[in-house]
């Protein structure tokens, strides 16, 4: 299959519009409906259905830190930035670690599945017990909490250390990314996202347990799907992530984000391009077992650290400055 050129696929501007617009308010309306309800049935089944809106709203967040939720950059700033403030995070930060991540992806520091015989096996499994249960979305607002109003805290030793065990928990990586964020800018932003939530407090009358209900299931379902995407791939910066099976409902709240694979080969792709250039004759896991296999939790590495992949470097670092 011929590498597909960015220009020949542009992003469905007006179709992105229309579904952030839907999910947005749809999103506000189930908090409003999950803090109105006295039955428990009730409150549970929102906020699943709040965990895939949720998720709508990160995968266009994502379209967004790629810019491929427009090619015109004001629109697509706007909309990150607005659906960032439902992570609730600051778009630029967002942007900055992703990007990361791709720089990364499958390297020592972003292992988190696996280890090496030296590695503290306690430490590597607190790590991906965080992911599965929700506890790894806190860290993007830890993050930008700690960059707005403790930025000191984001200098200490033991976050920046380079004892391997430190360097494998990718603390160091993510604040190094975090760091090349610009600091009025990103600041703003996250005074933008407090006010954004706490306008969801005031005008919904809302309480912290069913927004903490709603957040906690999206968080759940956002982070073993961030790294079930990944889990047990190739190391390989470039292809070691997974187009994964998945059913059509999820595939559709998700905007294709399990075809994860090709978006790492391609991260100018938008998300409705996706499914054209999946390898239909290539191993496609079941989101739900390799999720499953997460909670066995890791396994001995025997593959070698990766090598960085210039030419995806290259377009990364495009993908920064727009």
Not at 230 to 244: E, I, P, Q, S, Y
Not at 312 to 318: E, H, Q, R, S
Request: aromatic residues 16%; glycine residues 4%; charged residues 15%.
């Amino acid at each position: 299959m011929d590498i597909p050129q960015k220009k020949d696929f542009p992003p469905k501007t007006m179709l992105n519009i229309i579904i952030a617009i839907s999910a947005y308010s749809s999103a506000i309306f189930i908090l409003y409906f999950v803090n109105t309800q006295n039955d428990w049935t009730f409150k549970i089944l929102g906020a699943f259905l709040f965990s895939l809106v949720g998720n709508t709203i990160f995968s266009l967040l994502h379209e967004s830190v790629h810019g491929c939720f427009s090619w015109n950059k004001k629109i697509n700033y706007i909309f990150g930035v607005i659906s960032g403030s439902f992570f609730p995070t600051s778009f630029t930060i967002q942007k900055h670690c992703h990007l990361g991540h791709h720089r990364r992806n499958r390297t020592d520091v972003e292992m988190f599945e696996m280890y090496y015989p030296t590695d503290n096996i306690m430490m590597k499994k607190l790590q991906l017990y965080t992911i599965v249960t929700g506890c790894y979305w806190t860290s993007p607002i830890i993050g930008c909490s700690a960059f707005l109003f403790f930025p000191n805290l984001l200098k200490i030793n033991l976050l920046r250390s380079k004892d391997p065990d430190i360097q494998h928990m990718s603390a160091d990586a993510m604040i190094s990314d975090l760091e090349r964020s610009h600091p009025i800018i990103s600041r703003l932003e996250i005074i933008y996202t407090i006010l954004f939530q706490a306008s969801l407090f005031y005008f919904l009358n809302l309480s912290f347990l069913s927004w903490l209900l709603c957040y906690w299931s999206f968080a759940i379902a956002w982070g073993g799907l961030q790294y079930a995407d990944h889990a047990w791939t190739k190391r390989d910066v470039k292809t070691g992530a997974w187009n994964l099976k998945v059913n059509p409902l999820f595939r559709f709240f998700y905007l294709n984000y399990h075809d994860h694979k090709v978006h790492h080969m391609y991260p100018y792709l938008p998300w409705n391009y996706l499914p054209k250039f999946v390898n239909k004759e290539e191993y496609r896991p079941e989101f739900y077992k390799i999720w499953l296999k997460l909670l066995k939790g890791p396994t001995l590495v025997t593959e070698p650290n990766p090598i960085i992949d210039n030419e995806l470097a290259n377009i990364i670092k495009d993908q920064g400055r727009s």
